[in-house]
Each structure stands twice: as C-alpha cells, then as structure tokens.
C-alpha cells in the first residue's frame, strides 16, 4: 500500500486547508485511515482516524471541533478538513493505514502499518 498525501500549505490564523491522501493499491479494501503529525522539535502525534468500514472518526482533544476526517471509498481517498487553524498547529502532516481496527488503540504509532510521506501545514499568527 502506498500513500500519498497533498493540499499542504501556508494559511494564517483562522484559516482552513484540506488534506488529501490517496492510497495506491490493487489489494486496498478495508485499511483503516488516519493522520498524524510532527512539529520541529516534537515526537509525531495522532489527529484523526476513520474506520473504512462503517465510517467512525477519531479525534485528537486539541483538533476536535475544528478538524474533520472523511474518506471516499470508491476513490480510496480520506481527507483531513482543517478548519480554524491555529500557529501550533504547524507541522508535517503524514497519512497512515492499517487493517485490524482497535479504537482503543488508535493513537499509537506502532498499530499503524503504512506511512505516507509527510505534507507540510504551516500557520501563521
């Protein structure tokens, strides 16, 4: 499975960008999405996860309310809608997958199995 993220950017304070990712696979069906973060001097932290099958979301305190995860099956594609941005919430942005869903789980890095390559989010004040 392969990931490929896009729609990074610079945008003030207040603003909104959407992220894309794109999984690339004959064999996609059923992988689980989600995003991760990293900012300069930071460890990479979970934002957001949906559940492909049945379209659960999950999300980080510090973006609930102001982000929004969806996917569209048919092009296996999830997209982060960020809205209200605010300067921490500069970062890499790295979409991810895996299969074998536990809600409890979702925030570790270690479930999940496929990292994109990360998307630069930069905000300013």
């Known amino acids: 499975v392969q990931l490929q993220a896009s729609g990074g950017g610079s945008v003030q304070g207040g603003g909104s960008l959407r992220l894309s990712c794109a999984a690339s696979s004959r064999t996609f069906s059923n992988y689980n999405m989600g995003w991760f973060r990293q900012a300069p001097g930071k460890e990479r932290e979970f934002v957001a996860a949906i559940r492909w099958s049945g379209g659960n979301t999950y999300y980080a305190d510090s973006v609930k309310g102001r982000f929004t995860i969806s996917r569209v099956i048919a092009t296996k594609t999830v997209y982060l809608q960020m809205n209200n941005l605010k300067p921490e919430d500069t970062a890499a942005y790295y979409c991810?997958?895996?299969?074998?869903?536990?809600?409890?789980?979702?925030?570790?890095?270690?479930?999940?199995?496929?990292w994109g390559q990360g998307t630069q989010v930069t905000v300013s004040s």
């Open positions: 991810v997958a895996q299969r074998g869903f536990i809600a409890s789980t979702v925030s570790r890095r270690d479930v999940w199995d496929y």
